[in-house]
Every structure is written in structure tokens, then in C-alpha cells.
């Protein structure tokens, strides 16, 4: 008997399948266009949403959010391996339509939409509210340590430069005393090699004195001269590394990540803000909150996957805000399924065609001065986007 034989490479097709035959309805990919397509993608104030008389046709910005959304939830994360799949994978072909962007067009739309890509977090955590699936009376927070673009030797502090200086004056004192030996001896072999390097050591000792005046005049304890905004943090005991603090709260109904929020700083003083953003989500401050002691494990620092891409506290916050988004989306794609889920963004996406308002706006970033505006504001938007037709009990 012969074995089963594949179709010959240069056969000729009259009718080629296409690309929509190769994914099965029930793919989790169908639930990623789904999505995308109910966002307004002009109002959430993406780059290039609307396409300028001249010059040449930009991709458009919701085609490569489909595409991190997408390569984010199986877990690719640089553009030159995003070029490189959407060569290759058929679901992102399909996703794209054929579209293959630049790895410099794909970096570059994830680091010039960081404040679109936190709305749109956001927006998916508001719908989800609405289904029923955030039940809002056990939220916890918790922090992570992620490994910033900036090396350790490449992090100063007024303990570290005074260490420098102390180093750098015994070694020119050493050369200097080296000098006197050999002009004792009348050898001056070395003197020329000698005299360069202490050149080089007074220059590196002005760097050090240009980063110490700049500590002084900035007020900070540490400075990083790589990633500016990242920090040394304590990470287990004495370990520590130059890093990013992302604190997540958690609903506990299904472990889904309401609210994301990026620091350089340890978790101490950060339980009050995180819960007031917890109580601003919610709507009331009707909830146990729960914290743990350390916030962090320093085992987590030691994997390779614990590290960011960008670099400043936006970019890492819309990063973060990104990986969190699909992940909840894959969380909420195993609770109510493939199929199930198209049809509410789809309702969603009609419901907001008919009204023309396709926007969430929830802004959590000032609780000192807006607390009660934005509980007011969240519990009229929910009332008017939603409850005037029902949506929330048909979901």
C-alpha cells in the first residue's frame, strides 16, 4: 500500500483555497479581529489613523495591533521575529491580509502609541465588567521586577561615584610615584605610556564629576545613564538589579488583571495608590483588598522573559499594558469560548455603529483631586453605553 502523497509543489491549481479556508471558525485568532474591529481606532488617538493627502500610504494602526495583539499572546515579542512571521504564519497572514510590515514599522508603532494602547486596556477591562466576568469584592495586587535596557555598571549612585573617585586618585597617585622613580633613575622608558594613562584617568574621573553634579541637581538618589528612568531595586535580600516595578491588581473571580501600572521604585508607600486606582475601576469601595508581604519573588528576575523592550516608564507601562490585555483576552477566550465571544464584540460593535460612540475613556492617573469625578463619570458611562438597551443582561 502507498503512502499518503501531499499535492505536487509546481501543480497548478485552477481553484487555490484561500486564505480564509485555512482557519477553522473556533480559531482564538478570529476573537483578536473581532475585538480590534469594535475600537474606534481614530478616537483612541493612534498614529496615523487617518492617512495624509501626500507622501507614502501608512499601515493602519489597527492592522499592526492585530498583529502584537496576536504575536503578544503567543508569546513573540521583537519586531525582526514579527517581520519575520508575518511571512510565514498563516493566521497572521490571514490576520493582516498579506500585510508585511518593516520590523522599524512594527517597533515603531509599539513605542509612538503608548497612551492608545493603555485606552485600549482599559476598554477591554470595561467590557469585560460589563459581562459579568470582574465581580469586584476580592481584588489582589502584586508587583513584578523587570529587568530595564540598562546594566548595572551603567547605574550611579553618590556611594558608587565616591567609590570611583577613591579608585581612580590611588591609581594616578600610584603612576605619579611611579613617575618620580623613574626621573630618580633617569629611565624614561615608560614615561610617555605613564603619562597617557593618567590623561585617561583624569578624564574618566570628570565623567564621574559630571554624573555627581547631576544627581545633586536632580534630587535623585541614583541616576541610569542607558534607560534614564529605570532604577536599582531590591529584588531578594541584598540581590539587586536595575529594573522596573509593575504593580497588577487582579479581580478573583477569574483571575483577570484589571489595572496595570508601571514604577522605579520598590512596593513600599504603593498599596494606597494602587488601591484607590482598584476602587476607581470597581466603581465603589465595597471590596477586600489583598497585598502580600514582599510583592515579589527574585526568582523571577533570573528568566529570560522577565525583561522589558522599552525604555521610560510610559513605554513600559504600555508594553506591560499590552502583554496583560491579551493575556486577558486568552483568559476570557477559555471562560466563554471562541464563538461566544465573537458574538458579544460583535453585539458591542453594532450597538455602538447605531449610537456613535465607540469610546471608553476611563482615566485613573490623578486620585487626589478626581476621585469622586471619575466614579461619577465611570457609573454614567456604564449606564448610558449599556443599560439603556440591556446588553449587560443578554451577555
Not at 479556508?21 to 478616537?43: Q, S
Not at 535596557?149 to 603612576?175: L, M, P, T
Request: with cysteine; aromatic share 8%; glycine share 6%.
Amino acid at each position: 500500500m502507498p503512502h499518503k502523497k501531499g499535492t505536487e509543489l509546481e501543480q497548478l491549481l485552477l481553484m487555490p483555497p484561500s486564505l480564509e479556508d485555512y482557519i477553522a471558525m473556533d480559531n482564538p485568532v478570529r476573537v483578536t479581529k473581532a475585538f480590534v474591529d469594535t475600537l474606534d481606532i481614530e478616537k483612541l488617538k493612534f498614529q496615523k489613523a487617518r492617512c495624509k493627502e501626500m507622501g507614502c500610504r501608512p499601515y493602519h494602526p489597527g492592522d499592526l495591533l492585530k498583529l502584537y495583539m496576536y504575536v503578544y499572546t503567543n508569546r513573540i515579542r521583537t519586531s525582526r521575529k514579527l517581520e519575520r512571521e508575518c511571512t510565514r504564519n498563516i493566521e497572521l497572514m490571514w490576520l493582516l491580509r498579506d500585510l508585511r510590515p518593516s520590523a522599524r514599522t512594527i517597533a515603531y508603532f509599539r513605542t509612538a502609541n503608548k497612551r492608545a494602547l493603555k485606552q485600549v486596556f482599559r476598554q477591554f477591562i470595561i467590557m469585560t465588567k460589563q459581562w459579568g466576568l470582574i465581580e469586584g469584592k476580592l481584588v489582589a495586587t502584586d508587583g513584578s521586577k523587570l529587568r530595564a535596557v540598562n546594566s548595572k555598571k551603567n547605574n550611579y549612585n553618590a556611594k558608587k561615584i565616591a567609590f570611583h573617585f577613591g579608585r581612580i586618585d590611588e591609581k594616578i597617585q600610584g603612576y605619579l610615584d611611579e613617575l618620580d622613580k623613574q626621573d630618580k633613575e633617569e629611565n624614561g622608558n615608560r614615561k610617555e605610556d605613564i603619562e597617557k594613562t593618567i590623561r585617561e584617568l583624569k578624564e574618566r574621573r570628570r565623567k564621574y564629576e559630571e554624573l555627581e553634579k547631576e544627581i545633586i541637581e536632580s534630587g535623585e538618589e541614583q541616576i541610569s545613564t542607558t534607560d534614564e528612568e529605570s532604577r536599582q531595586l531590591m529584588i531578594r535580600g541584598q540581590i539587586t538589579e536595575v529594573a522596573y516595578n509593575v504593580q497588577t491588581t487582579l479581580d478573583s473571580k477569574h483571575n483577570l488583571v484589571i489595572d496595570v501600572k508601571a514604577v522605579n521604585t520598590n512596593d513600599k508607600k504603593l498599596a494606597p495608590v494602587m488601591g484607590r486606582r482598584a476602587k476607581a475601576i470597581i466603581g465603589n469601595g465595597d471590596f477586600d483588598y489583598l497585598l502580600d508581604k514582599g510583592y515579589h519573588d527574585g526568582e523571577s528576575i533570573a528568566s529570560c522573559e522577565d525583561h522589558v523592550l522599552m525604555k521610560g516608564i510610559d513605554k513600559v507601562e504600555a508594553e506591560s499594558n499590552l502583554t496583560f490585555l491579551c493575556y486577558n483576552l486568552k483568559r476570557v477566550i477559555n471562560i466563554l469560548g471562541v464563538n461566544v465571544l465573537i458574538k458579544r464584540l460583535k453585539e458591542i460593535s453594532l450597538y455602538f455603529v447605531k449610537r456613535g460612540f465607540k469610546i471608553f475613556k476611563m482615566w485613573i492617573s490623578d486620585f487626589s483631586n478626581r476621585e469622586n469625578g471619575i466614579k461619577k463619570w465611570i457609573a454614567m458611562m456604564n449606564y448610558n453605553c449599556f443599560k439603556t438597551l440591556n446588553l449587560s443582561e443578554n451577555f
